[in-house]
């Protein structure tokens, strides 16, 4: 659908070229078997879109619709409508339920999937991108559209006055999503096709992730090359990266200008992972974890290193050199290359006083550095902020909750008994008698030991309470020192004893 060369399905460098319709009610039918989206957008003659809608108050409409495609889509005979849909849009025209963790009123949107589509809610920024401001038609083009639709005898029922308001929110997610402009960009830059142990999915663009790809297009307008990206954990900021490799190789291309993405992590385990999710999206993945053949590949004036032309990121681990100095110290670089550093998790490792960021500022001051983190470091001595420059786009815990990506934390008090452990451990510990640094205090053995038999037993019970030995846990500590004294007591203690694997410490 995308592919621009050759013969073209879609003209996206001029979309008005194309020829755009709406239908109600087109049957999808194969054999005996059909069904009947409420409404297709067809670009082309292809069925790209379809909006399934349903009344408000049904508390049941819009989990019953998901189960519907749900079915539609695992049989077999409807594949080939699988196939072309690329976008969908399900709402009951009512507004979010932001306390309820279960999809049952909005406005929703997904790709296609051969299982379960993943819904999406929609959440506009209209201070940001002001061209998709809310609109109503005129009494004409209304009038022709309820002739066309056999449907004149409405247009005075108070149902229908109401669902046209511009502000309801099938018309918010519509006028957003459907837009020429906006639709060109779904339906070029948004959708991923990702490997899984599962086998193939179709993924789409999150509405943070696509909001914060048309700040970074808007700073680069600026001439501003460097940035942060403050989104909170689990909100996809590797595929974030990935998208952007696609929406900034076209962005760069059309100023004649090859682009070389660098995607910096600070320990190897991200680098595998990091890898790992680039791979399964289709990119070529170049991994570097040392110093010489970072500096190798920093000096090097060619832009691709495979001959299939395909699209490409590099992946970096500075953890071994991130202070070591002349790393990278390069001043000759082509100015038609223009490298992209994405920065992983800025809010660490990035010292600046030590040398890794300088020598990535000398290797090519001419490259766009977007650092990415979900907590970003906000102290005086030096801050994200400080080091990165400013926030490019914010996507904060609280909406993240909202929109289903992360789950709301419950904060329970530690029973009593433990609570007297460790205050008498940290009685106990010497250091505390004077002004020591608590960082010390919280990462000794007497305060640590106590602490983790409080966990692993509170993890033991939380499974025999819910009847669950596939629930995992993840401890978060106060500092590296407490972590590696809990992992050293954990494995002399614990981990031949249990079997706790799921514990990530």
């Given amino acids: 659908m995308i592919d621009q060369s050759g013969i073209r399905l879609i003209d996206f460098e001029n979309f008005d070229n194309n020829s755009f319709h709406v239908i109600t009610e087109l049957t999808y039918k194969k054999d005996e078997d059909e069904f009947r989206p409420d409404v297709i957008l067809l670009i082309n003659g292809m069925p790209l879109v379809f909006i399934e809608v349903k009344k408000p108050n049904n508390l049941d409409g819009i989990q019953a619709e998901h189960k519907r495609i749900e079915t539609r889509f695992q049989n077999k005979k409807f594949r080939k409508f699988v196939n072309l849909t690329q976008l969908m849009i399900f709402s009951n025209n009512m507004e979010y339920d932001n306390e309820s963790t279960s999809m049952l009123q909005g406005a929703f949107y997904a790709t296609a999937s051969y299982k379960k589509p993943s819904f ?117 900021k590797t595929a974030l990266a990935y998208y952007n490799v696609k929406y ?27 890898a790992k999710e680039f791979k399964s999206r289709g990119l070529v993945v170049h991994e570097i974890s040392s110093k010489e053949a ?60 030590g040398s890794f960021l300088a020598n990535l500022n000398e290797s090519d001051p001419n490259a766009i550095k977007i650092g990415l983190t979900g907590t970003p470091l906000l102290g005086t001595d030096y801050n994200s902020k400080s080091l ?12 993240s909750i909202a929109d289903g990506y992360t789950l709301r934390l419950i904060r329970e008090e530690i029973e009593t008994n433990y609570q007297l452990t460790l205050k008498a451990a940290l009685e106990e510990i010497d250091i505390l008698k004077g002004n020591g640094d608590k960082k010390i205090v919280y990462a000794h053995h007497k305060f640590v030991e106590p602490m983790l038999d409080y966990i692993v037993q509170d993890f033991e019970k939380a499974r025999i309470a819910m009847n669950d030995n596939t629930i995992g846990a993840m401890v978060v500590c106060d500092s590296s020192e407490q972590a590696k004294m809990l992992y050293e007591i954990f494995q002399n203690k614990y981990a031949e004893k249990t079997s706790f694997e799921d514990i990530c410490l």
């Fill in 294 to 353: 970072f500096a190798k590949d920093i000096k090097s004036t060619s832009v691709i290193h495979n001959h299939s032309g395909k699209a490409e990121i590099t992946v970096v681990n500075i953890q071994k050199f991130q202070d070591d100095p002349d790393v990278v110290r390069n001043s000759d670089y082509n100015l038609n290359i223009q490298r992209v550093y994405f920065l992983d998790e800025v809010h660490r490792s990035y010292n600046p006083k």
């Fill in 248 to 274: 900034l190789t076209n962005y760069f291309h059309q100023k004649k200008i090859i682009p070389k993405f660098y995607f910096i992590v600070d320990r190897l385990d991200l680098l595998i992972q990091s």
């Fill in 388 to 399: 990165f420059g400013g926030y490019i786009h914010k996507y904060y815990y609280n909406s």
């Fill in 120 to 236: 999406n809610f929609f959440r506009e920024e209209p201070t940001f991108d002001p061209n998709h401001l809310l609109y109503s038609i005129d009494d004409v083009t209304e009038i022709k559209v309820l002739k066309d639709n056999n449907l004149v005898g409405i247009k005075n029922s108070e149902e229908f006055i109401t669902n046209k308001d511009p502000n309801s929110p099938t018309n918010r997610i519509c006028n957003s999503l459907l837009q020429r402009e906006r639709l060109k960009f779904m339906l070029q830059y948004s959708i991923a096709y990702v490997k899984s142990s599962k086998g193939l999915e179709k993924h789409i663009m999150r509405y943070p992730q696509l909001f914060a790809t048309k700040a970074i297009e808007a700073k680069l307008e600026e001439g501003i090359k460097k940035g942060i990206i403050w989104h909170t954990q689990g909100s996809g």
